[in-house]
């Protein structure tokens, strides 16, 4: 309770905080884990095409309890083909005899890898060997436009994107070492409802910054709003610090 009842005007029976309230429960939404963001086909995991070649099949959602056989065959990790080694000299084809070692004695990565292919295999074939090891994280996902332009398919549907979006950064905090960052360059078709699912994912106190990516000073860049010119993006920043109740 707020103000002074012994002062005329001064008097409230509301508490001195601002936030969301639920009456039921009689505390703030924030300070209640059970809240959270819902949408349709939450309990599944979307492979989803990553090429315009892709962008007219029907996707597939495995819910993970019916379909849970197939969820593990996706998730089991994938053989990697087609290996090149980049040095200064240009690219080299590996092969069984390439003297190249990509882990040491003692399980730490000793290349650097650029994986071409759908993002969810690549990142469970990775999670065996770099589980908690990943120190920094950056992701530049689809936008949820609707702009084929893009060479993976930029068309899904608001749950779909969501569903595709929670599948990959549950996989990719697991990857995270402890107080590793996380950063996803996103714009205003789904930066709201990304926030609130990564405050779900990684911890709503892990939230560190909303990063402003201005992309030009006079033109701005080209959008479909004809009303104000758009000239930012917008990268979340989280790092992952187990949270411990004070």
Not at 37 to 44: I, S
């Amino acid at each position: 309770m707020a103000g002074d009842p012994l002062k005329k005007g001064r008097y409230t029976n509301f508490g001195n905080k601002i936030g969301l309230f639920s009456n039921k429960t009689g505390n703030f939404i924030c300070n209640s884990p059970e809240v959270v963001l819902n949408f349709p086909f939450k309990d599944t995991v979307l492979e989803a095409g990553m090429t315009k070649e892709d962008s007219s099949r029907e996707e597939r959602f495995l819910h993970i309890e019916m379909d849970a056989k197939d969820i593990d065959t996706l998730e089991d990790p994938k053989v990697l083909t087609n290996f090149k080694y980049i040095d200064q000299s240009g690219e080299h084809a590996l092969d069984e005899n390439s003297n190249i070692e990509f882990f040491d004695e003692n399980g730490e990565l000793k290349q650097n890898l650029l994986i071409k292919g759908n993002n969810l295999l690549a990142l469970h074939t990775l999670k065996e060997k770099l589980t908690g090891k990943i120190k920094l994280i950056y992701i530049d996902p689809p936008y949820n436009t609707k702009n084929d332009g893009f060479r993976y398919n930029d068309s899904f549907n608001h749950s779909s994107w969501l569903t595709f979006m929670r599948n990959r950064l549950e996989i990719a905090k697991e990857l995270l070492a402890l107080n590793g960052s996380i950063y996803v360059n996103i714009d205003y078709n789904e930066v709201h409802y990304l926030k609130v699912l990564m405050d779900e994912i990684f911890g709503i106190n892990n939230f560190q910054r909303e990063i402003i990516w201005r992309m030009g000073f006079l033109s701005g860049y080209k959008t479909s709003a004809n009303n104000y010119i758009r000239n930012h993006d917008t990268i979340l920043f989280y790092i992952d610090i187990p949270y411990r109740h004070v």
